[in-house]
């Protein structure tokens, strides 16, 4: 009987895939009804992602209309309707980065910025020393920080939505952490 039931989870895992698949063809040729699905199907992974990358909640919601409405325009152009996520993500990455330079928003949480839990135990106050520190870290550094730590994406994916090789995003991760000890360590944060 678990065999039975492992099976099904992986049919209906292979029929999600299919169907997504079939929806981003579907968009690729200017349908817009399979695009507004495939949209609300990846809703909670976008705002996730926007709204670590602009912290707040409106701003996040700008950014995700932003990155639709670009994504709409452009969805002709994507290679190969596998690769939809990535494409999706780098655009939302682009998106929010111009955002954030655009406003002139490189503000420090609030209390009010909800907080991820953690399995591990650490402090309120300690939880917003990190996300204050990785809002510090240059673009790509915090990019790699939010895709593996907050996403939890392989560095092979990463490469390939950042469109660099596996050895630079290693590199990047191993620097941001560094960077994240140091900002840590020195209490920057505490001035």
Same mark, same amino acid.
């Given at each position: 009987?678990?065999?039975?039931?492992?099976?099904?989870?992986?049919?209906?895992?292979?029929?999600?895939?299919?169907?997504?698949?079939?929806?981003? =063809?579907?968009?690729?040729?200017? %349908?817009?009804?399979?695009?507004? #699905? &495939? !949209?609300?199907?990846?809703?909670?992974? @976008?705002? +996730?992602?926007?709204?670590?990358?602009?912290?707040?909640?409106?701003?996040?919601?700008?950014?995700?209309?932003?990155?639709?409405?670009?994504?709409?325009?452009?969805?002709?152009?994507? =290679?190969?309707?596998?690769?939809? %996520?990535?494409?999706?993500?780098? #655009? &939302? !990455?682009?998106?929010?980065?111009?955002? @954030?330079? +655009?406003?002139?928003?490189?503000?420090?949480?609030?209390?009010?910025?909800?907080?991820?839990?953690?399995?591990?135990?650490?402090?309120?106050?300690?939880?917003?020393?990190?996300?204050?520190?990785?809002?510090?870290?240059?673009?790509?550094?915090?990019?790699? #920080?939010?895709?593996?730590?907050?996403?939890?994406?392989?560095? +092979?994916?990463?490469?390939?939505?950042?469109?660099?090789?596996?050895?630079?995003?290693?590199?990047?991760?191993?620097?941001?952490?560094?960077?994240?000890?140091?900002?840590?360590?020195?209490?920057?944060?505490?001035?």
């Amino acid at each position: 009987m678990e065999k039975t039931m492992s099976i099904s989870y992986l049919d209906i895992d292979r029929k999600n895939k299919l169907n997504e698949i079939k929806l981003i =063809k579907e968009s690729m040729k200017g %349908n817009k009804e399979s695009f507004g #699905i &495939l !949209i609300k199907n990846n809703k909670e992974y @976008l705002y +996730k992602m926007a709204f670590l990358y602009v912290k707040d909640e409106q701003d996040a919601l700008e950014v995700i209309h932003e990155t639709v409405y670009r994504a709409f325009l452009n969805i002709e152009k994507l =290679k190969k309707a596998k690769f939809f %996520n990535t494409w999706i993500t780098r #655009i &939302l !990455i682009n998106v929010s980065i111009d955002f @954030l330079k +655009k406003k002139g928003k490189n503000e420090m949480l609030d209390e009010s910025t909800p907080i991820r839990k953690e399995k591990c135990e650490i402090s309120t106050e300690e939880k917003l020393d990190l996300y204050n520190a990785i809002d510090l870290l240059n673009d790509n550094y915090k990019t790699v #920080i939010i895709m593996m730590y907050f996403n939890d994406m392989k560095i +092979k994916d990463i490469s390939k939505v950042m469109e660099i090789p596996e050895n630079t995003v290693k590199t990047y991760l191993r620097r941001a952490k560094q960077a994240l000890g140091e900002i840590l360590k020195e209490g920057y944060l505490d001035e």
